[in-house]
DNA sequence: AATGAATGAGAATTCATTCAT
DNA sequence: CATGAATGAATTCTCATTCAT
């Protein structure tokens, strides 16, 4: 019986998709409960079942949107390094091109996200996107030198990563405090100079 | 008539300064608008006299509070400079360190602002509080170098402004990635790196 | 257990009666939706579980009145025809007369129906009082003849209907042009002329 | 001083014309007084000086309207009837498709006569505009035969008014009981039936 | 585990009306 | 006559949550 089967496919995940495409067409804000179970095609008191309120589920589907703009983006950037030599500096610049190239493409995921992009960095998010340690961990080693240990090399790739989600959420978004296009070479002069003249 | 003077002396201030203590004290979402006037002693109606929605309100406030906090700082710093001959780097670590003071002495008024320190530069922002402009001038000026034109040393301003206050928020509010007191040398090492090599 | 039954007994309805009554004492400017629950004893949800909104209600109510009014004045003629031969426009008069009486007799739905007594003819009205079909049937037969169709004599029924209901709303509630008894006459000969010269 | 007499320009009327385009762009119900003085350039208790409330103003924007387009249709029909000789009959026919013209050009306004028609035959309509009297005038004298004296004759007038403004609005705003196209010729051959068999 | 009718407190917002100027 | 800031009661409608089935 596919039917049933398809029915069942687990609740929660049905329940998430069905939020995502809400919250995307429409706003978090406009979205209710309703809405969501109504199109996900479970009864109201599943919900109840999976999710604390409509606040847990949205950290649910931002985690996940960004654990897989993060990780992917990573991941293409390991195997370009793989193929060709590229200095610290150069590897992150193409990190950043292929992160924001994504928020750009996808506003509407962007502007779920708002500035929350670090949000992949949290424990919940890290011990359920297991992909996310190993790409951080890529990140950490690029940032670890002799008076830069491994601890101050993760609150850098923090940093780092909050700061470039957090402008170009806004330029992306309300071209604050320019469009995107031209925030991309001030923020490569910034990153040059942040991870300049240390190694390959 | 000083009782007809009293109870006019703008709505407006006094629906902002009433809403101020309660999102402070409670929370926004927890803050109804029949809370607000009550507290402020005016109508219901007063209130959408004067503000939009609950959120218009909360922009207000959190421009306000935004400007008072950089433009103090800022002036703060233009005596020290005008005291002590202070590099360009040196500003600004100052300039950082007293905003970050500040949230940290505040933390109610830090969660409200959230990650939006960047509002005070908004055109809403600079046309009601006119001090913004001069302190937001006087950055610009020591960020403008003979390969760094004007136009590109208020977009470094802005994402300096934006970076900090987004990670600061973070760092006082949830420890995320790290205390505050564990950030301060990092965001250091980053901004001498950003800024440093350069004039005087 | 009756309790539990008695509580359903389906919510819809008590909803419905009660705002009948509400509105037929009151007016229905003058009815919050908030009486109507309160008297119904059902949460304020409830209704909007039911209902559009207010007016969703009044036109539900406006359905239901006309359509007894309609299919009991119709049954009633559908006795006396059965009784005793009667011509065409013979059953017309008597129909219009029994009608007349009833929002004679109680002006406080006259005013609820206000000219709006064609309600009853509409797809959704047909649909959920079955009755109204075989009744606008019987009159549709009446009003077919050789050279007037079927779809020509529904035309005409509705005509009649909207024609009645609202001369005589105005004149029972505003005895605008007259009163109704000054009224009846005169729409006695329009309708014998309307009528008239045709079959037994 | 063109701006000041301009700004005068009795009020009243400013508000009149104001309200009569937000009711017909927008809908009754959808604006509100303070839009109606904002578009007049009036201060909202000048609204309060010349109208009782919302349906004072609406009333009279409605008289207004159907008188205009009663009187305009009669005198056009009393041309044509100077020209060539028409029976009493052919003039009620030419009367209604000139108002059902007018009806249909400006669905706007019929929509807000909704089904009041015969408000122009009020006395208070009658009072403000004296066209309609000599035009009612006309009309009931074609009604007025040896054995219908003249009172008969208002009222059968007034009957045929509120019938065919309440047909013809259904009719025309909702289609039902079908299209105005279909409508007319029923109209037609009732018409021809309630006049007809009478005096040239 | 799943349901979904029912809840009802509580939110935002409107708007006719007043009245001191 | 005219103004328009201030009023605040009243209203609609939402929506997270429960609980009997």
Redesign the interface.
Known sequence: MPTAAENKQHKQSRILDAATRLFLDGSVAGTAIDDVVKLAGVAKGTFYLYFRDKYDLLDQIVIRRTAEIFTESCNQLRRSAAERAMTRTEQFLLLTDTIVARLCEDRKVTALID?RF?IC??PAALEAYPGLNSAAEYLTGLLTTPDCGEA?A???L??LA??VG??CC?AILSE???TVD??LP??HT?LK??L?GEPA
Chains 1, 2, 3, 4 share one sequence.
Do not use: A
Request: proline letters at 4%.
């Open positions: 500035k670090s960095f949290t101050q993760r609150t850098k923090y940093i909050d700061m957090s402008v806004d604050r405090p320019c031209e925030l001030v923020l910034l100079k942040l300049g």
